[in-house]
């Protein structure tokens, strides 16, 4: 019962988090890649945080499955965001 409490109270900090920080701003880079344009330093340092956080919180939402669609339309987001910058990446050294 304790790590249940615990892991919803993580889950709810997190989602805080991705809801008012992490998604808007990953929107905003879907625009720019969508767009053509290239990420900058930031924008990939940023990606690579919530990436590596993906990670250390995939076995809390393994224990919790109810969250686990979120959690994968996010993954997806970002590899969307990952395949366009590098596509255009690739046409911007052409």
Partial sequence: ???ESKDKGTI???LERFTKQRLPR???MKKRVDRGELLN???HS???EVLTEAQ???SLVERNPEYQEIYVKAV???KEIIDKDLENQKK???
């Fill in 26 to 28: 990953a929107q905003e």
């Fill in 46 to 48: 940023f990606m690579e």
């Fill in 12 to 14: 709810v900090t997190l």
């Fill in 41 to 43: 330093d930031q924008d």
């Fill in 76 to 78: 997806i987001l970002w």
């Fill in 56 to 58: 250390k919180i995939q």
């Fill in 92 to 94: 911007s050294l052409k």
């Fill in 1 to 3: 019962m304790k790590n």
